[in-house]
C-alpha cells in the first residue's frame, strides 16, 4: 500500500518505535553524513503519530543534542554500558517539574522496552526518550558522529548520573545517560540555547509508574484507566457498525499500552482494522460472499466512528483506516496491510 507521504501523514501514522524514529530523522536531521534520532517524530501523536507513538513527563537524561541514529559507523564505547547503582523498579522514568512546559505528545513500545515523551512550550521542545540497555552501545556510537570529528561528547551530571551531551546547533542538544533499571534514558532539547537546555535538566525528577501517570495531562489515559479507555472505543465501534469485532474475536485480545489519547485511538482501531480485514481476506479465499459483505459493511461505517472523528481533527490515521475500507470494498487486501495498521503488535 502507497499511502500519502506527507510531513503530517509520516507523522501520524502508527508505526512503530524504530520506523517512526527513523522517518523522523529522515526529515529533521542536520547533514552531517550521519543518521540522527527521532522525534519530533517525533511529535509522535499521529498528526503525526507514532511516528506512530503514552506517557507523561520522562526520561532522566542529560543534557542536550541527539545526532538520531547518525550513522554506525566508527568505534563503539571501549567498554559495556555505564550502570548505575539499581534504583526503585520503574525508576528510570522521569518527569519535567518546569512552569510554563506541558506534555503534547507520547509514546510507548512496551515490547520494545521503550518510549517517549514530547514537552513544549512556545516554539521550544524537550523530547525524553527510554530504550533498553541493549541499544545502548548503538545509540551511542550513533551520537558522537553529531560531531565531526566524532567524540564522546560533553559530561554532564543529570539525576546524580554522569552522561554525555552533544549539540547540532547552538539551539538543539542531547544527552544519554547511563544504564540504569535496564533502560537508558536520552533528552533532546530545541528552541534553547545550552544553559538553558542544562538548567531544564535540573528540573527533571525520576518517579515510579505511578508517579509518572500522575503527571499526565487530564486527557491523558494513565494505566488503571486504560481498560475502561479501550472498552469505550469498542462501545463506540459498536453503537456505529452494529457490532466492534468479528465472530469469535474477543473483546479482550484489544489492547493498547499507551497514555496518549490519540495514540490509543490509532492501536485500537488498528487491531479491529485488522480483526475485519483478515475476516475479509479469509471470506474472500474461501468463497464466503456472506461473511466477505460484513466486513466491508463494518468497515464502511468507520467514516462514522467517534474516535476517529475525534483523532481526524489532529491527525491522519483515520485516513489509513478510510483508505483500507474503500480498497476492501473495491476487492483489494492490500499486501502489507498489517504492518499498516500495526496488526502483529
Known amino acids: 500500500m502507497n499511502p500519502k507521504l506527507s510531513d ?3 507523522a501520524g501514522l502508527p508505526l512503530s518505535l524504530g520506523r517512526a524514529e527513523l522517518l523522523e530523522e529522515i526529515m529533521s536531521t ?4 550521519d543518521r540522527p534520532a527521532p522525534t519530533v517524530r517525533d ?3 499521529p498528526r503525526g503519530w507514532l511516528v506512530p507513538a503514552a506517557a507523561a513527563a520522562v526520561v532522566a537524561v542529560l543534557a542536550a543534542g541527539t545526532a538520531w541514529w547518525a550513522g554506525s559507523t566508527g568505534r563503539a564505547p571501549e567498554s559495556t554500558p555505564p550502570v548505575a547503582a539499581v534504583p526503585e523498579p520503574g525508576s528510570f522514568r522521569v518527569v519535567l517539574d518546569a512552569p510554563g512546559w506541558t506534555i503534547e505528545s507520547a509514546y510507548e513500545d512496551s515490547k520494545n522496552h521503550s518510549g517517549e515523551v514530547g514537552y513544549v512550550r512556545g516554539d521550544a521542545s524537550l523530547q525524553v526518550n527510554w ?3 541493549s541499544n545502548y552501545e548503538d545509540r551511542f556510537e550513533d551520537r558522537r558522529h553529531i560531531t565531526d570529528p566524532p567524540s564522546d561528547g560533553t559530561p554532564v551530571e543529570v539525576l546524580g548520573l554522569t552522561g554525555s551531551m552533544w549539540a547540532y546547533s547552538a539551539d538543539d542538544h542531547t544527552t544519554i545517560l547511563p544504564v540504569e533499571e535496564r533502560h537508558f534514558l536520552e ?3 530545541s528552541g534553547m540555547d545550552q544553559e538553558e537546555y542544562l538548567a531544564l535538566l535540573g528540573q527533571l525528577r525520576p518517579v515510579d509508574v505511578a508517579g509518572f501517570d500522575a503527571a499526565l495531562p487530564e486527557e491523558f489515559v494513565a494505566q488503571s484507566e486504560r481498560g475502561d479507555a479501550i472498552g469505550a472505543i469498542l462501545d463506540e465501534i459498536a453503537a456505529t457498525a452494529g457490532r466492534a469485532l468479528p465472530a469469535g474475536v474477543s473483546r479482550s485480545s484489544v489492547s493498547s499500552d499507551q497514555s496518549d489519547p490519540y495514540q490509543l485511538g490509532a492501536e485500537v ?3 479491529v482494522a485488522c480483526a475485519w480485514v483478515r475476516q475479509y481476506a479469509e471470506a474472500r479465499d474461501a468463497g464466503d460472499q456472506d461473511l466477505a459483505q460484513q466486513a466491508v459493511d463494518v468497515m464502511a461505517t468507520s467514516r ?4 476517529l472523528d475525534r483523532m481526524d481533527r489532529t491527525g491522519d490515521w483515520p485516513e489509513s483506516i ?3 475500507s474503500d480498497r476492501i470494498a473495491a476487492g483489494d487486501v492490500p499486501e502489507d496491510y498489517t504492518q499498516w495498521l500495526g496488526c502483529e503488535r
Open 322 to 324: 478510510w483508505e483500507i
Open 43 to 45: 511529535e509522535r501523536r
Open 304 to 307: 462514522d466512528w467517534p474516535v
Open 30 to 33: 542536520p547533514v552531517l553524513d
Open 187 to 189: 533528552v533532546r532539547g
Open 269 to 271: 482501531t488498528g487491531q
Open 131 to 133: 530504550y533498553p540497555a
Open 8 to 10: 503530517d501523514t509520516v
